[in-house]
């Protein structure tokens, strides 16, 4: 694959996101399991009601950390973005000549799920329906949808039915906001209007809850024009869990929801909030041809990092071309991921808030008293190493105020132990290999008597100063 100038950019881009999120964990006072979310002050009744059920319904997604997400619909015939219909001014008429003409092979969703399966994604998050209206299920609410169109079947069930084949956890995006019905701009000014488009988007909704069995995360978008009390959102979640007891939901119907949705970049919550960072491959969410800013793997392991770090979790989106197939360099970065988490899953899956500063070199993750030290560039030899005695001839990682005292350390590829010292500065891993161990990212399994905790700037003030003022 070739890693170019659309590389660098997105390189760039989230290395931007990574630094900003490093801030925002330094910044979070202590550390804690998010699963001990508590409602926010201020929350609706139901929301107060879901936070009594939250954990227990919410252990396996903080697990999970990794899930894919799919954006598939009638823009994906144009392949030039989701938003199409928007950003080019398409007339409905002209909108709706694409739905005879999306006509995907059958089951494409079973190479999606195998996919997801072998990327180490737990989950996935396909949409039902997006702004531009068309539901890739069947309805009984409107001829706009996927059974009464071009595919001729339901898209929806196919992709529950690949999913539950592959023991992935299945969720529903559904877009409130809605490019096609009559009243989905009218609804703001019109009553009566909006009383028919609320109940069409909770009859949508219900149908979806009903038909597909068990259903593990509704992820709801935009809710553009109307705010929760339009919405009826109370009523709305009120719903979803009499349907769905032990569904997760998010915050977009404008209600707390349980998890928070930071959207293309990285940003964790505070303590006892859940989140999860949704974000593209490249820079569309649907199919779009063109578009060639592909993530590299290196960048997608490192958010992981990043991400697992603030003890969130990150939906990673595809855009399946018109037909259902995977665009080939999706593909290629999802394997290439999905072979590296074969033996450094441990290092995420499972893992827990890290109280630990980044830096450019290295990322961590924490489960329990081990700290997973990601070395995302490799130190190879110094040539300081011939005058300075902190470096080696072999290649040193010298992690500064690391605390508290470490047991043992092994890289996590090939089990082998490591030597290293420690002092009140730093931990220093020794004896290391010239070349990286491991790419696109190498993991050294840390063992330490307490929780690690990784503050780079804590032994500043400890630092004795010599040579102020007097001449070398
Ligand atoms: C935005 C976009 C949308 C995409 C979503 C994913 O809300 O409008 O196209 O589906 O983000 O989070």
Redesign the pocket.
């Known amino acids: 694959m070739d890693w170019n100038e659309s590389t660098r950019r997105s390189f760039l881009k989230q290395f931007g996101a990574a630094g900003a999120m490093a801030l925002a964990a330094a910044k979070a006072e202590g550390v804690g399991l998010p699963a001990a979310q508590t409602a926010a002050p201020g929350s609706s009744p139901t929301d107060l009601k879901q936070a009594a059920t939250r954990q227990q319904r919410m252990q396996w997604w903080h697990d999970a950390k990794f899930g894919m ?1 799919i ?1 598939w619909g009638l823009y994906s015939v144009i392949g030039q973005h ?2 199409a219909k928007e950003f080019q001014g398409i007339p409905i008429p002209q909108y709706e000549i694409l739905a005879k003409h999306f006509k995907p092979k059958p089951n494409a969703a079973r190479d999606w799920a195998r996919l997801a399966k072998k990327a180490g994604q737990k989950y996935m998050v396909m ?1 039902t329906k ?2 531009e209206g068309f539901c890739n299920f069947d309805t009984k609410l409107t001829d706009y949808n996927a059974v009464k169109q071009g595919p001729g079947r339901d898209l929806v069930r196919e992709y529950v039915e690949a999913a539950r084949a592959e023991g992935l956890r299945v969720g529903f ?1 559904y ?1 409130l906001m809605d490019w096609h019905h009559p009243d989905g701009a009218k609804c703001a000014t019109d009553e009566a209007a909006r009383r028919r488009f609320v109940d069409y988007t909770h009859g949508l909704i219900r149908e979806l809850l009903t038909n597909y069995g068990k259903i593990d995360v509704l992820w709801y ?2 809710a553009w024009p109307l705010d929760a009390k339009g919405w009826e959102s109370e009523k709305m979640n009120q719903m979803v869990f009499e349907l769905q007891p032990d569904i997760i939901v998010n915050n ?1 119907n404008r209600l707390e929801g349980d998890f928070s ?1 930071p ?1 293309q970049h990285i940003q964790a919550s505070e303590v006892g909030r859940a989140w999860e960072t ?1 974000m593209t491959l490249n820079d569309s ?2 199919f779009n041809r063109g578009d060639d800013a592909w993530k590299t793997p290196k960048v997608i392991v490192d958010n992981l990092a990043t991400v697992a770090k603030g003890g969130g979790n990150y939906l990673l ?1 595809i855009g399946p071309e018109p037909d259902g197939s995977i665009p080939p360099q999706t593909v290629a970065i999802l394997e290439e991921v999905g072979q590296w988490l074969e033996t450094n899953g441990k290092a995420f899956y499972g893992t827990e808030r890290c109280n630990a500063g980044g830096n450019v070199n290295a990322n961590y993750t924490r489960r329990g008293n081990t700290l997973y030290v990601h070395q995302k560039f490799w130190p190879g030899h110094t040539p300081a190493a011939e005058w300075l005695s902190f470096y080696q001839p072999e290649a040193v990682i010298a992690i500064g105020g690391l605390k508290p005292k470490v047991l043992s350390a092994k890289l996590l590829k090939t089990g082998q132990p490591l030597k290293f010292r420690q002092d009140e500065f730093s931990l220093q891993l020794t004896g290391l290999p010239v070349q990286a161990p491991d790419q696109p990212a190498t993991v050294i399994e840390v063992e330490c008597d307490g929780e690690p905790i990784v503050d780079h700037g804590a032994e500043r003030p400890l630092w004795p100063r010599y040579k102020v003022g007097i001449s070398i």
């Open positions: 997400f954006h989701e938003w949409t997006h702004h995006y877009s978008d935009v977009r949705t959207e949704c969410w649907g989106n």
